[in-house]
């Protein structure tokens, strides 16, 4: 069923709280709602969103919104076999939702369990799920806001684990041939915060994601290389445990989505040379936090070099600069315009150019 709205406020579509409007916004729950769709004749630009978590709304969008409500779950092959519905959302081969077994054989079998599930379904929903039934791969990356489509589109990753490493599948609409494509792990080019679905013009506002196969393991496979995480443990490395603990991280150090808008990290972590690391690391009076990537380069932390520029806790209008994590831009009162958080943006770049002669590039999708 496709859900028509015009003018339609955004405000509660996106993470940042930006009282943005779209001319057009289409909410769709089935592959057969795309097929009746004519993307000809939707008001342009289209763009497609999943959680709203990761976008900032510089203005109104003048064009269509669309909005995939597709939430199954279903296990292909492993140890168990079952659709689990979410919610509304239709299965793509049409087949309904309904109230499919759980696969109880799940957690107790060996090996490999590929899964599928729909592009539409909350992203935590999914880890919430998975570590229920003891399938390892995604639990660092409980609590993480947004969509699964988003998710694989935009690899995003947390504490040790890329979604993108899970990933063996994406299923997209090709609203120019009208027709389903299948894009392998490969076809995808996962990188640092990257996938071919992120690349500008053709590929992004082409392709449609309405599933994605990820493979996961039912034999424990805990990732702990991550800052203190092993430590903070404390030896209990069930995966419901690694799952409590993510989230209560996550809760110490980043706004709580329901009280202060946001979009999580703002900026990349940027890869610098390695004469540019030394550079900075011989004048500095601190010692430089730093991860030497295999080619060479260095990645610095941005929320170090943010910090260290003194925006660490700083309002600016009704934006700010997350006290606990300076990687996160807030809208502190929740009435911050647009213009607000992009002249923040500039003035923490500045800073961040004029002392390190580093440019920041934002995580963060502008629209
Ligand atoms: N740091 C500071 N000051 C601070 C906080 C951090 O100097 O106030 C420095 C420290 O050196 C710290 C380092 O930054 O060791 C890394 O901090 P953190 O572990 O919080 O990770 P991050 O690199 O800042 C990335 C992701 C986060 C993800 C965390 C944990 C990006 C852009 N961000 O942040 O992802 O949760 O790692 O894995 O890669 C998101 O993308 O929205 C997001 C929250």
């Known amino acids: 069923m496709i859900k028509k709205e015009y003018n339609k406020d955004l405000s509660r579509l996106n993470t940042f709280g930006m009282k943005v409007s779209a001319r057009l916004y289409l909410e769709y729950d089935s592959v057969a709602d795309l097929f009746d769709m004519d993307f000809e004749q939707l008001l342009s630009p289209v763009k497609h969103i999943g959680g709203g978590s990761n976008l900032l709304f510089t203005k109104d969008f003048s064009g ?41 054989g799940a957690s107790q079998g060996s090996g490999t369990v590929r899964v599928s599930v729909g592009a539409g379904l909350k992203f935590d929903s999914l880890c919430e799920w998975t570590a229920s039934k003891g399938l390892w791969g995604i639990e660092n990356l409980s609590g993480i806001p947004g969509e699964v489509g988003a998710a694989a589109a935009g690899n995003i990753g947390a504490y040790g684990q890329e979604f993108g490493q899970v990933v063996r599948e994406v299923y997209a609409y090709d609203t120019r041939e009208e027709d389903f494509v299948k ?31 990820i493979e996961l393991s039912s034999e424990p496979r805990p990732c702990l290389e991550y800052g203190h995480l092993a430590q903070a443990l ?29 979009a999580g990290s703002f900026f990349k972590n940027p ?27 260095v990645k610095i932390p941005a929320a170090w070099l943010i910090e260290q520029c003194g925006w660490k806790g700083r309002r600016s209008g009704n934006a700010a600069v997350w006290e606990k994590q300076p990687l996160v831009l807030v809208n502190a009162t929740g009435l911050a315009l647009p213009e607000e958080i992009l002249s923040l943006e500039a003035k923490i770049k500045v800073s961040v150019r004029e002392k390190f002669g580093i440019e920041l590039s934002p995580e963060v999708e502008h629209i």
């Open 271 to 297: 890869v610098v040379d390695r004469a540019v690391y030394e550079k900075i690391a011989a004048s500095s009076a601190v010692p430089v936090p730093h991860y030497d990537k295999q080619d060479g380069t």
């Open 183 to 213: 894009f392998t792990r490969e076809d995808c080019k996962y990188d640092y915060r990257y996938s071919v679905f992120k690349e500008g013009g053709v590929l992004s506002s082409r392709y449609i994601i309405t599933h994605v196969v």
């Open 64 to 104: 269509t919104i669309l909005h995939s409500k597709i939430d199954f779950i279903e296990v292909l092959e492993g140890s168990g076999k079952g659709t689990v519905s979410q919610g509304s959302g239709t299965m793509p081969d049409g087949a309904s939702q309904g109230s499919g077994a759980m696969p109880d």
């Open 234 to 262: 404390d030896g209990d490395l069930s995966i419901g445990h690694i799952r409590e603990t993510i989230i209560a991280t996550r809760d110490s150090k980043l706004p709580c989505p329901e009280k202060t808008g946001s």
